[in-house]
C-alpha cells in the first residue's frame, strides 16, 4: 500500500474553507478549493511516493494492483475516481452518458479530429460516469425531474405570461417537449423569461410563501449569477434535494442534476464527460444533451447507508464503485476487499497495517491498497473507502 499526493482543481464555485481546512492548510485560501481528487484519472492523477503517478504505476503492473477480475473488466485502468467536493456557489446543470453512448460520442470526435482539449470537445473519453455524493455538510442539489403535473403547478403559480409557451408544451408534450423548447429559445426571448421568471420568484420568497419556497429562492439566486440562462427556467422542473451529513444520492446516467451548495465525498466512474445545459459559460452541446438525457419524471431517492463489512456501506446498482464509511475505533479491524482500495481519512488520525509495515494517515490524507492486499485499521479515525462492486 501506498500513502498518495493528491491534486487540488481550482474553480470560481468552490470554498476557500472546506477544503484547505481538511488538508491542514491555513483558511481561507488564496483561491477558491474546488475539489480535491483521489485515484488515477489521467487528468489528475494521485502521486506515490517516489512521484510516480498512479496511472502509470498501474499501466506498468495492472494484475498484481488491480486484480484479475478488474482487469478483465475494465481493462488496465482503475475503473472510478474519489472526490472531494466543496461549492459555495452553484455548479453547471449537467448530465452524464451511458457507456454506449460515449463509447459512439467519444469515436466521433476522435474520427472528426477534434482535440481531445478543445474547450467545445463534448466526449473526452469512451467511458459512462455514474456518480454518488455522500453528504459531509448539509448539501442541496437539483437532481433529476420532479412530477410532470407538480412542475406544472409550480410553473403556473408565478403567473408569467411569458411562461405559458413552456407550459403548454409541458402539459402536451412532457418534459421531453418543453426542455428542448426552452434550450433552443433565442436570446433575447431568453433573457425576457428568465428575468420575468426571476422576478415573481423572488416576490413569493419575500411572502414567505411556503409553497415551492426553496425552488424559488434558487431560481432568484440563479438568475442573478446567469442573467438569460434558461436553466434557471429548467430548474423549477428539478427536484430540490437537501441531504443532511451522512445522506447521499445516485446519479445515473441521463439525469439532469446540479449542485448547489455544500461539502461531500464523491464516488463515480472514472470519466471526464460532461454534457451541459445550462448555468455555466462553458461549452453546451445541445443536440448531445437532449441525446443523453433521462426525461422520465419522479422523486429521486436518498441513500441511506447499510451495515457492510468494515462500515457503513451504500449501495449502488453499477460495477464500478463502491463506497463505506468506515469508523474506526482504537480496536484493529479488517479492511481487506477483493478490489484495489482508496481510503481517504476526514477525521482523526488512521494507522493502516499490512504485510509491507504501517501506514498512519491524518486527516485529509488517502492511500492506495492493491486488490486482495491484507490490511486492516485503528483510529480513532473516519475513512472512506472506494472500491469496485464486482460480485
Known amino acids: 500500500m501506498w500513502q498518495l499526493t493528491n491534486g487540488v482543481r481550482f474553480y470560481p464555485w468552490g470554498s476557500r474553507i472546506v477544503i484547505p481546512e481538511l488538508l491542514?492548510?491555513?483558511?481561507?485560501?488564496?483561491?477558491?478549493?474546488?475539489?480535491?481528487?483521489?485515484?488515477?484519472?489521467?487528468?489528475?492523477?494521485?502521486r506515490l511516493p517516489d512521484g510516480r503517478p498512479l496511472d502509470e504505476a498501474i499501466a506498468a503492473d495492472p494484475e498484481a494492483l488491480l486484480g484479475g477480475a478488474v482487469l478483465q473488466r475494465f481493462g488496465a485502468r482503475l475503473p472510478y475516481l474519489m472526490?472531494?467536493?466543496?461549492?459555495?456557489?452553484?455548479?453547471?446543470?449537467?448530465?452524464?452518458?451511458?457507456?454506449?453512448?460515449?463509447?459512439?460520442?467519444?469515436?466521433?470526435?476522435?474520427?472528426?479530429?477534434?482535440?481531445?482539449?478543445?474547450?467545445?470537445?463534448?466526449?473526452?473519453?469512451?467511458?459512462?460516469?455514474?456518480?454518488?455524493?455522500?453528504?459531509?455538510?448539509?448539501f442541496e442539489a437539483l437532481c433529476g425531474f420532479r412530477p410532470v403535473e407538480e412542475s406544472l403547478h409550480c410553473l403556473a403559480k408565478l403567473q408569467v405570461p411569458e411562461l405559458k409557451p413552456t407550459i403548454a408544451a409541458l402539459a402536451r408534450g412532457g418534459l421531453r417537449a418543453a426542455v428542448p423548447q426552452l434550450l433552443a429559445l433565442p436570446?433575447?426571448?431568453?433573457?425576457?423569461?428568465?428575468?420575468?421568471?426571476?422576478?415573481?420568484?423572488?416576490?413569493?420568497?419575500?411572502?414567505?410563501?411556503?409553497?415551492?419556497?426553496?425552488?424559488?429562492?434558487?431560481a432568484a439566486t440563479l438568475a442573478e449569477a446567469y442573467p438569460g440562462d434558461?436553466?434557471?427556467?429548467?430548474?423549477l422542473m428539478c427536484n430540490h434535494l437537501k441531504?443532511?451529513?451522512g445522506e447521499a444520492v445516485f446519479l445515473p446516467a441521463g439525469n439532469l442534476h446540479a449542485y448547489l451548495s455544500g461539502a461531500g465525498v464523491e464516488v463515480m466512474a472514472s470519466s471526464d464527460n460532461v454534457l451541459r445545459g445550462g448555468l455555466t459559460g462553458k461549452h453546451v452541446d445541445l443536440a448531445a444533451l437532449i441525446e443523453v438525457l433521462d426525461f422520465s419524471d419522479g422523486k429521486v431517492p436518498v441513500l441511506h447507508p447499510?451495515?457492510?463489512?468494515?462500515?457503513?456501506?451504500?449501495?449502488?446498482?453499477?460495477?464500478?464503485?463502491?463506497?463505506?464509511?468506515?469508523?474506526?475505533?482504537d480496536q484493529q479491524g479488517t479492511l481487506t476487499t477483493r478490489g484495489p482500495q482508496l481510503l481517504l481519512c476526514t477525521e482523526g488520525t488512521a494507522v493502516l497495517a499490512s504485510s509491507d509495515g504501517e501506514?498512519?494517515?491524518?486527516?485529509?490524507?488517502?492511500?492506495?491498497?492493491?486488490?486482495?492486499?491484507?490490511?486492516?485499521?485503528?483510529?480513532?479515525a473516519v475513512l472512506y473507502r472506494a472500491t469496485t462492486n464486482l460480485s
Do not use: M
Not at 468494515?310 to 475505533?329: A, I
Not at 490524507?365 to 485503528?378: D, T
Open 24 to 46: 491542514g492548510q491555513p483558511v481561507p485560501a488564496d483561491r477558491p478549493h474546488a475539489e480535491l481528487w483521489v485515484g488515477a484519472h489521467p487528468g489528475e492523477p494521485s
Open 83 to 138: 472526490k472531494v467536493l466543496a461549492a459555495d456557489q452553484p455548479l453547471s446543470l449537467q448530465a452524464h452518458p451511458t457507456s454506449e453512448q460515449a463509447e459512439a460520442g467519444f469515436a466521433a470526435e476522435e474520427s472528426a479530429g477534434v482535440p481531445r482539449d478543445d474547450p467545445t470537445r463534448t466526449f473526452k473519453d469512451p467511458f459512462h460516469k455514474p456518480e454518488l455524493l455522500l453528504a459531509l455538510t448539509t
Open 187 to 218: 436570446a433575447d426571448r431568453r433573457a425576457e423569461l428568465v428575468g420575468a421568471v426571476a422576478a415573481k420568484a423572488a416576490t413569493f420568497v419575500a411572502a414567505h410563501d411556503p409553497e415551492f419556497i426553496n425552488t424559488y429562492r434558487w
Open 230 to 235: 434558461p436553466g434557471v427556467v429548467i430548474s
Open 243 to 245: 441531504l443532511a451529513p
Open 306 to 329: 447499510v451495515l457492510g463489512p468494515g462500515g457503513l456501506r451504500y449501495p449502488v446498482p453499477v460495477e464500478d464503485f463502491d463506497l463505506t464509511r468506515c469508523q474506526l475505533d
Open 359 to 380: 501506514l498512519v494517515l491524518g486527516k485529509g490524507c488517502a492511500a492506495f491498497v492493491p486488490a486482495g492486499a491484507p490490511v486492516s485499521a485503528r483510529g480513532p
